[in-house]
């Protein structure tokens, strides 16, 4: 089965890690910090912290931002469950914007109506988890002077999209938002096994993700409650933190994994513009990449309707399953989950995310993934339409 995504991992990478494994450290050592330097430097931001996840990432950032009961996170329904879940985490409300039928990211004009109404009903969030799905950037600056004009704070949920560009700047660069996450899970763009990195230039809120990763302990003297002066050993813990670290292995590969980012990209551009040529004459919706934005393209999603060999995406979707091509669908609306329906959430609730989702499959799209097997996904798909 040729899957929608795969690790790329070469043996620089395998001896990297390898010689972390030798070294006096294996979690959190000398490493985490050149990897986060590495990162931050790239977007151009300030802080760079990597922690276990981009979900724990985005569960600390929730944290550091003061959500908690009585707040409320709003993100797009067309997202991995977990950019919902952090608000849950911190005991606060989530609710969903509706999407764009275009770039599927958040509708800056949905988020202007629902905040109208959320604030009349004094109900305005106080956070807004910007998702770049498939690794296209959602239209910022329009986030932005919402967020200005009803006051609350971005955060750019980039697990789709490091080395992507909006307005000629990287995602991560953190001009419209407080901060940004990405995902180093193996599917994604570049990996480090389990791994993901808050990027801010909030010195505010990088020292608090700092400490809330390692169980809310500090060491610098700066941070402590007690002020007189103590002996080396000493330290403080003076919030309730996690265990959400990357360990230094993690970040060896995460180095070496990010010196092939170019690689990385362009192979994925090279391989997005074959299937743009080789599927634009058949009855498909293909992914379509605003001018002005360099999107990362984690992600091949189709909208399809119905064609020759099939009557719905999933008899499509069979199809190409049988032929042996990994096509996956993203994603499910998180409003409709079952544990998000029994906080009253409803199918109807959000109808553009979910009519994309009714016809939407991504394609296998991947470093690796060679010319044969794109042929192949490209010669299942017209069969389907009666082409081949
Ligand atoms: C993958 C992903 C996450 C979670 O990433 P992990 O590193 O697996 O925790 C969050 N949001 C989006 C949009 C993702 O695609």
Not at 240 to 256: E, H, K, V
Not at 312 to 319: A, V
Request: glycine content about 6%; hydrophobic content about 40%.
């Amino acid at each position: 089965m040729i899957p929608y995504g795969r690790q790329s991992i070469s043996t620089s990478d395998i001896d990297a890690v390898v010689e972390v494994l030798k070294s006096d450290f294996l979690t959190q050592g000398p490493v985490v910090p050149k990897f986060e330097k590495k990162i931050a430097d790239y977007c151009g931001a300030q802080y760079a912290v990597a922690v276990s996840s981009a979900t724990a990432a985005l569960h600390l950032l929730c944290l550091s931002m003061g959500l908690g009961p009585g707040k409320r996170l709003w993100t797009s329904p067309i997202t991995f469950v977990a950019s919902a879940n952090c608000a849950l985490y911190c005991g606060a409300e989530v609710d969903f914007v509706d999407i764009d039928p275009i770039s599927y990211n958040i509708c800056p004009k949905s988020l202007e109506e629902k905040l109208e109404v959320a604030s009349s009903l004094g109900k305005l969030p106080n956070i807004l988890v910007a998702v770049h799905y498939a690794g296209q950037s959602c239209n910022m600056q329009s986030l932005f002077q919402l967020s200005k004009k009803y006051g609350f704070s971005i955060i750019e949920d980039a697990s789709h999209a490091i080395g992507a560009e909006y307005k000629n700047k990287k995602v991560g660069c953190c001009e419209y938002s407080a901060a940004t996450v990405f995902s180093f899970h193996p599917v994604k763009i570049m990996t480090t096994a389990e791994g993901g990195m808050v990027v801010t230039n909030n010195d505010q809120i990088a020292r608090k993700v700092e400490m809330l990763r390692t169980h809310g302990i500090t060491r610098n003297s700066m941070d402590f409650i007690n002020r007189e002066s103590k002996p080396g050993w000493y330290y403080e813990q003076i919030t309730l933190g996690y265990n959400y670290r990357m360990t230094d292995l993690q970040a060896a590969l995460g180095i070496s994994q990010f010196d092939r980012i170019e690689e990385f990209l362009s192979n994925r551009l090279r391989i997005v513009s074959n299937y743009n040529k080789l599927l634009s004459v058949m009855d498909i919706r293909l992914p379509s990449i605003s001018e002005d934005l360099r999107s990362a393209h984690h992600l091949y999603p189709i909208w399809v309707d119905r064609g020759f060999n099939f009557n719905d995406r999933d008899e499509l979707y069979l199809k190409l399953r049988n032929d042996g091509i990994g096509v996956q669908v993203h994603y499910i609306p998180v409003h409709t989950q079952p544990y998000y329906r029994n906080m009253g959430f409803q199918w109807g609730d959000f109808p553009t995310a979910e009519r994309f989702f009714s016809g939407t499959l991504s394609l296998p799209l991947y470093n690796d993934l060679t010319e044969v097997e794109q042929n192949n996904v490209i010669h299942s798909l017209k069969n389907a339409y009666g082409l081949a």
